[in-house]
């Protein structure tokens, strides 16, 4: 059985400002007061991992080490079936150029030209969830939402891969639709339902 989460402080583990804000809504109905670890000016750990769910938990036990605080970690990423599954846990490398600054408008450019004329539009989003306390407990929960290529990029409301990504069963990039349309189906939102299920108490009746 899922350990139960009674504190009132959180840190979610990140310093991607569109991530934070997205856990900070899906955690909106629990009375905790959320902080992010760029606001605590935490080091980001080098995720060393081969899957989602050991760099999610690295991360989390890295933000729990620099604050004694009980800590929320996403690892998270984009795969494309064209691709073998890249780029995977390493979307976030993919879209890192050579002087380090992050840019997902090159990367989705990247994705299209090596998928392009393959026949193969499937992707799907993978995030794995790691909720971690002081004592190195570590509950770990995953999500996956799958969908097909989108091209060129569409909508302006996702971040990352979002505008290329199409959830099966919509006509709208995941950067088209309303956070809360997108909140309701996503990755992340999947791995949320289990954890709350499992981890958390409702506090808004």
Not at 103 to 119: I, P, Y
């Amino acid at each position: 059985m899922a350990r139960q989460f009674d504190g009132n402080r959180l840190v979610i583990a990140s310093h991607n400002q569109g991530k934070v804000r997205e856990i900070a809504d899906l955690l909106a109905p629990f009375a905790i007061d959320v902080v992010s670890a760029g606001e605590l000016g935490l080091p980001e750990p080098e995720e060393t991992g081969t899957t989602f769910a050991e760099n999610a938990a690295l991360k989390a036990r890295a933000s729990v080490a620099g604050s004694g605080l009980p800590a929320l970690a996403d690892d998270s990423g984009f795969s494309v079936a064209a691709l073998d599954g890249a780029p995977g846990i390493h979307a976030a490398r993919f879209a890192t150029r050579e002087d380090g600054t992050r840019d997902f408008d090159w990367a989705m450019e990247r994705v299209h030209e090596a998928a392009d004329g393959s026949g193969d539009e499937t992707c799907w989003f993978t995030c794995a969830l790691a909720l971690a306390w002081p004592d190195d407990h570590v509950e770990i929960f995953e999500g996956r939402v799958e969908g097909t290529l989108a091209w060129p990029p569409r909508g302006k409301l996702g971040f990352g891969y979002d505008p290329i990504f199409v959830p099966n069963g919509y006509a709208e990039t995941f950067a088209e639709m309303s956070p809360e349309a997108k909140h309701a189906i996503s990755h992340r939102a999947i791995a949320f339902e289990k954890m709350i299920a499992a981890c958390f108490a409702r506090t808004d009746g």
